[in-house]
């Protein structure tokens, strides 16, 4: 995936699709930055942090939480994904 950028993080999230497998996941946004399992439950996050500057909303932290079961998404959120990567 090369470098782990906001513009790589969007498009990947704008490509997930329930049912995905989780290496496709992986594929697309990279290795997350954090994982924990409970009750069959896997649960991936991917966070990326920028300063954006001070007048421009200063640190902007992007998060996506993936869910999967049997290795398969069954579930998605974003946090920040919206905010411009400008």
């Given at each position: 995936?090369?470098i782990?950028t906001?513009s790589?993080?969007?498009d990947?999230?704008?490509k997930?699709k329930?049912?995905?497998?989780?290496?496709e996941?992986?594929d697309?946004?990279g290795?997350?930055?954090?994982?924990?399992?409970r009750?069959?439950?896997?649960t991936?996050t991917?966070?990326?942090s920028?300063?954006?500057?001070f007048?421009?909303?200063?640190?902007?932290?992007?998060?996506i939480?993936?869910d999967?079961?049997?290795?398969k998404l069954?579930?998605?959120d974003?946090e920040?994904m919206?905010k411009?990567?400008?």
């Amino acid at each position: 995936m090369g470098i782990f950028t906001a513009s790589k993080m969007i498009d990947g999230y704008s490509k997930l699709k329930i049912g995905m497998e989780k290496q496709e996941v992986i594929d697309l946004l990279g290795e997350p930055t954090g994982m924990r399992n409970r009750n069959g439950v896997e649960t991936f996050t991917w966070k990326h942090s920028e300063f954006k500057g001070f007048l421009r909303g200063g640190n902007v932290v992007r998060t996506i939480i993936a869910d999967f079961e049997d290795g398969k998404l069954t579930g998605y959120d974003s946090e920040n994904m919206d905010k411009s990567v400008l």
